[in-house]
Structure formats: C-alpha cells, structure tokens
C-alpha cells in the first residue's frame, strides 16, 4: 500500500508541476494579448517631418520646391492664398469618445506675391487653443405647439372613405366644412 500511495502522491505533484508550468507558459501569451486591446495610433493630415520642411529657406524657396517637398497643403488661410497650411495629428481612439490627440504639428507657409517663401512657422499642440460648444440654442420661426396640440391637431383632416362616396366618418357630412385636407381650417358647425 505505502508503494500505490506514494505512486498516487508523485502522480499528483507531477500534474501540480505540469500545470504550473503550463499556467506559467502561458503567462506571455495572456500578457502580450492585451496588446491587443490597446489603441492602435492613426495618423491623420500631412505628416511632415521636421527635415522636409527644414530644407526650405525663407527668401530662396519658391511655392513648386515647397510642392515637391511638402506635397499639397492640407489648407488654405480663408481670405489669403499666399498662406498654406499643413495639419498633422496622431490620434489614438478612445472608447464612447472623441480620439485623443498624442501628437499635432502644424507648419504654416506665407509667401509673397511672386510665390517666395517669406516665413515659415510650426506651431504644436501647446499653441492651440481649446474652443468650447456654445450651450445656446438657435431660435427658429414658428409658433410653439404643446403635445397635446401636436396629438389633437391632425383629427378630422384625413378621411379614407371620402374618396369613394361614403359619407361615414365625415368629409361631407354636417360638420363638415370642404371636405378632407381643408387646408388647416379643422371642422365646424355651419
């Protein structure tokens, strides 16, 4: 008996032995599947490096070596076509949110009247300024209706049975004044 019993206990010290190493074997694995889950960072705009737009100089460079460096401009300033604007961001998406933004660079080129490049400036994240939602709400014309006007209003303008000559449920009965439609007017007494 002492020969089974020591048999059954290795046994059971061997698959304890087993399973931990099993359990730490898969410890890596369960660990680089979070990786998984972490947010993937998406560029967006035009990235531009910093040794792109540092081999263009102010007073030399024209708008086709800024266009054969650089590429198109994300934007244009609104009433000024001599100043382009180029817009990066990394984003990194947030769940039931907006993306975070983790990097943002924003180059802007002002040229001259000939197409010379007069200044170059970059500006990052920290020259931003947060603009907030107004929280107002814009008037619209109208009159207000409550929900009971809304429920009541449309009662007695639609009749299916008046197109085929019936005169149940109105439409040319004593309460009637044109018909269905009516054009707003609802029923009234003569």
């Known amino acids: 008996m002492n020969s089974a ?8 010290t061997r698959r304890i032995r087993s399973l ?4 730490l074997a898969c410890v890596p694995l369960l660990l680089g599947g979070c990786a998984v889950f972490a947010p993937i960072p998406e560029p ?6 910093k040794t792109d737009y540092a081999q263009l100089k102010p007073g030399t460079s024209t708008r086709s070596d800024v266009l054969d460096l650089l590429g198109s401009p994300t934007s244009h300033a609104t009433f000024n076509d001599n100043m382009w604007i180029y817009i990066s961001m990394i984003t990194s998406p947030t769940p039931l949110g907006f993306p975070s933004i983790d990097k943002q660079q924003v180059v802007v080129l002002n040229f001259d009247n000939a197409g010379v490049l007069r ?3 970059t500006l990052n ?6 603009v907030g939602m107004v929280g107002e709400t814009t008037p619209a014309p109208g009159t207000k209706t409550s929900v009971i ?14 197109g085929m000559g019936s005169t149940f449920g109105g439409g040319t009965g ?11 007017a609802g029923n009234t007494l003569p």
Do not use: C, F, W
């Open 5 to 12: 019993s020591s048999s059954t206990t290795q046994s059971g």
């Open 20 to 23: 931990g190493l099993t359990g």
């Open 44 to 49: 967006r705009g035009s990235l531009i490096e």
């Open 119 to 121: 200044k170059l400036d």
């Open 125 to 130: 994240r920290k020259d931003a300024i947060r």
């Open 149 to 162: 006007q809304e429920l009541l209003g449309n009662v007695g303008k639609y009749n299916p049975m008046s």
């Open 174 to 184: 004593p309460m009637s004044n044109q018909g269905t439609g009516q054009g707003g």
